[in-house]
């Protein structure tokens, strides 16, 4: 079956490191997509992705940085410099614009 | 700029009763899409129904329900006679064409539903 895969489920880490989380799809989607959701705020747009080696900042892509050296995969570095990493956070994909987005099942980092 | 809010932030009721999750969005758009998205303790965010703006036709699929209303610029999500499998985060979002045609979407904050057996 198609679809998205997050890895790994749970992530720990100690404040001062990168840590790089992992977004694959097999549905031939085009469009990959990176959210952060915190309690009370909803789903936040870091980065998107149109195509291969094109990617775009969202709304709180400061302290994060992404890859799109093939259309399968789009893994996000969450980097020393992101004031408050500890969040779940969740990759999409979409085939098309104003098309569903299909969600994997999250990662949740806690970063002490 | 575009913006979703879902007023109520969590929600109980009791197996069987009826419950409407509410969604106001603002959009200097003509056209545009609207979701609802379900998000159970598991995490994934599953998919449940797009509007685009210029149908207005309410929908109904088993126990849900929609109503799009463009006038009061809403978007009103209907579950009836609530099961406990209903239990989740439930999302609205809109969806406007972005830059370069990248399709830029905007969640709620998310209503959190719980229903007591």
């Known amino acids: 079956d198609g679809g998205i895969t997050q890895s790994p489920k749970y992530l720990f880490r100690k404040e001062g490191q990168n840590v790089t989380l992992s977004c694959e799809q097999n549905l031939n989607h085009d469009a990959m997509y990176w959210y952060r959701q915190d309690p009370g705020q909803g789903l936040r747009l870091i980065y998107y992705?149109?195509?291969?080696?094109?990617?775009q900042k969202g709304d709180i892509a400061e302290g994060y940085s992404v890859s799109r050296e093939k259309k399968e995969s789009f893994p996000l570095t969450v980097t020393s410099a992101q004031k408050n990493p500890t969040a779940f956070y969740l990759c999409?994909?979409?085939?098309?614009?104003?098309?569903?987005?299909?969600f994997g099942n999250g990662t949740r980092l806690t970063v002490t | 700029a575009q913006k979703v809010t879902q007023a109520q932030t969590e929600i109980s009721v009791v197996e069987k009763e009826d419950v409407t999750l509410d969604c106001v969005y603002e959009?200097?758009?003509?056209?545009?899409?609207l979701f609802w998205y379900k998000q159970p303790p598991s995490g994934e965010l599953v998919f449940l129904i797009r509007r685009n703006s210029f149908d207005e036709q309410n929908e109904i699929s088993g126990r849900y329900s929609w109503n799009f209303q463009k006038s009061t610029s809403s978007f009103n999500f209907t579950i009836t006679a609530s099961q406990v499998v209903d239990s989740a985060v439930y999302f609205c979002?809109?969806?406007?064409?972005?830059?370069?045609?990248?399709?830029?979407?905007?969640f709620g904050i998310g209503t959190k539903l719980q229903v007591i057996p």
């Open positions: 992705s149109q195509i291969v080696n094109d990617f």
């Open positions: 979002a809109l969806s406007e064409a972005g830059w370069r045609g990248y399709q830029k979407v905007t």
């Open positions: 959009t200097r758009d003509t056209t545009y899409y």
């Open positions: 999409a994909s979409s085939p098309g614009q104003n098309s569903p987005l299909h």
